[in-house]
């Protein structure tokens, strides 16, 4: 078997067309590299057979079964099966065993298509939800507001610094007890003084032009100890626990390795290092007060999102991977591999590449654990949410692999089961009855947008990067303006953001940014010298135009923020992800700017509707 052809049995593309068009060829070590981290160094392996079969809409009929088996379904019924597998079956994961040698299959039964929004044409704001602090906050915006898009809730690693990215967590399943409210935790009022101490510690934070992550974390943890040596238990805690199982009682008995033995599992003593090793267990037994006080930040944190997920429908954010030092990689670390990361190539904003230092799941291992990993990461963001919005999307088509020790540019794409890991989102999407958005921004190729439409996940359409006018873009989309990675509506006009990308040493696209500066102003009839105020409500005009079933409005621009929330490609040269917004949320709330938003985006949804 040549190199050739070891690399298309295991998915790797040995080229892709960039974002210019162009055809880039990967380096062949590059190939061989992942080859190898995949096929455990054989190349001329083959990929392990399925355990899964997916029966429904758009799939063909499942093989017949060989020889006498026993189907149980989720709900418990047992089927005999010899032969055809039954048709209609119920939504759900079913198990399959044969009966001569017990092998057994899962059986996903799904509804082909993920559920659409209810009620459109609708509109909301997105907002960073740390940099939305309050007079109340402790320093970082928190669950007392309700919201429409969020940035990814996932939570850090425990300990200090904090992690500041919500898109590098330790887990993707579990939410930052940053965000909790203390105020609201049972309990709290009987602290007196105590409480009265921190909060106002906390809420002196709110002065500070930067969101210290690490103040944030000492003065909450103390709090939130002081409350759990108080807790007097709660069935509801216990049921919490009990339905939660095995994934929240791992991720706390991490959460504890962690803070006991550092960060970086993989230099744990041997006998943590792999979840399922008898020293684990007795570790967890030796610290049970610990792990269970991690499953209660868990519950309060869940608690308070479910509180606040009643006054307006929350449209969560799925990071695209997590941290190699985090739980989600020592949990299911048998999935990852854990030599590569996952980034972008490069494009016109980013013509160095990415490297997002995230381990990618490997595709032939997710599949020989049933997707299990998979499934619980969609549920478990697909919870108390009204919409669930998928970063990266692409990454269930393929993903750009980049081995350790070579540059971002250096990277291949990898094919991932698109039509499995698509199934299992729309089954998840109905249980939850949440819609689902798909980040299909970048290096696209056109089969992917086709089948995301096939498959109800709206696209996400920007005003930056589409090169028609809004009334073009379609229905089954969310439309914006810009993201958290790319220019403010002020900065990109004033000029500001090219500014701050030259001051850190990066080299900007000036040419493409200045081309969205004048067709920008072209559109909107507006001088150079137009107030950003005028320039964001003119966008906000152009927006309202697009036919889509939803639109979202930055906060970010109703305040004419000039800094963008991230800066790709930096890490300590610019404050990613710890710019508040310059106004408390009750000065946002009288504030006209956002309010003149509101009217237009809330003109237009009426009108439609």
């Known amino acids: 078997m040549g190199p050739g052809e070891a690399a298309s049995r295991w998915g790797v593309d040995e080229g892709y067309e960039d974002a210019r068009g162009g055809w880039r060829v990967a380096p062949p070590a590059t190939v061989e590299a992942i080859v190898a981290s995949m096929s455990g160094g054989d190349g001329q392996a083959s990929p392990p057979l399925s355990p899964v079969v997916f029966v429904g809409p758009g799939r063909p009929a499942a093989p017949p079964v060989d020889g006498p088996a026993r189907l149980v379904l989720e709900d418990g019924t047992q089927l005999d099966v010899d032969g055809a597998l039954p048709a209609d079956l119920p939504l759900g994961y079913h198990c399959l065993t044969r009966l001569e040698d017990g092998r057994q299959t899962t059986v996903v039964a799904g509804p082909g298509r993920a559920c659409l929004p209810a009620n459109v044409p609708a509109w909301g704001w997105a907002v960073q939800l740390y940099g939305l602090r309050s007079s109340r906050s402790w320093g970082i915006g928190d669950l007392g507001a309700g919201l429409l898009l969020v940035n990814p809730l996932h939570v850090a690693l425990p300990g200090l610094p904090q992690t500041a990215s919500p898109y590098f967590p330790s887990s993707r399943r579990f939410r930052n007890p940053l965000y909790l409210r203390v105020e609201d935790v049972p309990g709290a009022a009987d602290l007196g003084s105590e409480l009265d101490d921190l909060a106002a510690a906390g809420r002196a934070l709110n002065c500070e032009p930067r969101i210290d992550r690490d103040a944030v974390f000492r003065l909450k943890t103390d709090a939130l100890d002081r409350l759990w040596r108080r807790f007097p238990g709660d069935p509801a805690f216990d049921r919490f626990c009990e339905e939660e199982g095995a994934s929240l009682e791992g991720f706390a008995t991490f959460s504890v390795l962690a803070t006991t033995h550092g960060r970086g599992w993989q230099n744990w003593p041997e006998g943590l290092r792999h979840p399922d090793r008898p020293d684990v267990a007795a570790f967890k037994h030796e610290h049970a007060d610990e792990v269970r006080f991690h499953q209660w930040l868990q519950w309060l944190v869940d608690g308070q999102l ?76 697909l919870r108390h949410a009204g919409g669930l919005r998928l970063d990266h999307v692409m990454g269930l088509f393929r993903l750009f692999w980049i081995p350790q020790g070579v540059s971002a540019a250096e990277g291949a794409y990898v094919r991932y089961p698109a039509a499995d890991l698509l199934d299992i989102v729309a089954l998840e999407s109905h249980r939850a009855g949440a819609y689902v958005v798909g980040e299909d921004l970048g290096t696209v190729e056109p089969r992917v947008r086709a089948e995301l439409a096939d498959r109800n996940v709206l696209s996400y359409r920007l005003l930056w990067f589409e090169d028609g006018p809004p009334e073009g873009y379609p229905a089954q989309a969310l439309a914006a303006v810009t993201t958290h990675d790319l220019p403010t509506v002020a900065g990109l006009w004033t000029g500001s953001d090219l500014d701050d990308q030259r001051s850190i040493g990066l080299q900007p696209n000036e040419e493409a940014t200045e081309a969205i500066r004048r067709r920008l102003a072209d559109t909107l009839g507006l001088e150079d010298d137009a107030r950003p105020d005028e320039v964001v409500a003119g966008t906000c005009e152009l927006l309202a135009r697009a036919p889509s079933m939803l639109l979202t409005a930055a906060l970010d621009d109703a305040l004419a923020v000039k800094e963008r929330p991230n800066m790709p490609g930096t890490t300590d040269e610019w404050p990613n992800w710890s710019i508040p917004l310059p106004l408390p949320l009750e000065e946002i709330e009288d504030d006209p700017r956002p309010r003149r938003m509101a009217d237009l985006l809330r003109r237009r949804a009426q009108s439609d509707g």
């Open 306 to 381: 479910r509180a606040a997920s009643t006054a307006l429908p929350v449209v969560h954010d799925l990071a695209v991977g997590v941290d190699p030092d985090g739980v989600d990689a020592w949990l299911w670390q048998d999935s990852f591999a854990l030599g590569m990361k996952v980034g972008a190539p490069p494009d016109e904003f980013n013509t160095q590449g990415q490297d997002w230092g995230l381990p990618p799941f490997d595709p032939w291992k997710l599949r020989s654990a049933a997707y299990l990993p998979f499934v619980q990461t969609i549920r478990a963001a």
